[in-house]
Nanobody, 124 residues
């Protein structure tokens, strides 16, 4: 049974940085395209960034390009989200997701497994 557990959320001031972690258990992270989504209060769950199963392709939402980076560790069976130059509008619950497809997608419906989410709050 595949499970995803996120960690690393918290409170940070505008311009600060946070690094989120997502550890996969029950399978190998090599077998999945991985992504991060986020959901602000009263809003839909939005795509942030994804990494193809091969690791060769990364896709970012427009509003995080140049600030957020996704990476992966086979040794830790984990995926990470490095967030720099944070803004108040980045405040949300951040979710890690895994897809059986090779590339994943920007659509949350295409993901097979989800973590429980971790709160990120950016104060102005």
């Amino acid at each position: 049974q595949v499970q995803l557990v996120e960690s690393g959320g918290g409170w940070v001031q505008t311009g600060g940085s946070l690094k989120l972690s997502c550890t996969l258990s029950g399978s190998s992270i090599r077998d999945y395209a991985m992504a991060w989504f986020r959901q602000a209060p009263g809003k839909e769950r939005d795509f942030v960034v994804r990494l193809s199963r091969s690791g060769a392709n990364r896709y970012h939402a427009f509003d995080v390009r140049g600030r957020f980076t996704i990476s992966r560790s086979y040794a830790e069976n984990s995926v990470y989200l490095q967030m720099n130059s944070l803004k108040p509008e980045d405040t949300a619950v951040y979710y890690c997701a895994a897809s059986d497809s090779g590339y994943g997608s920007d659509n949350a419906k295409d993901y097979d497994y989800w973590g429980q989410g971790t709160q990120v709050t950016v104060s102005s």
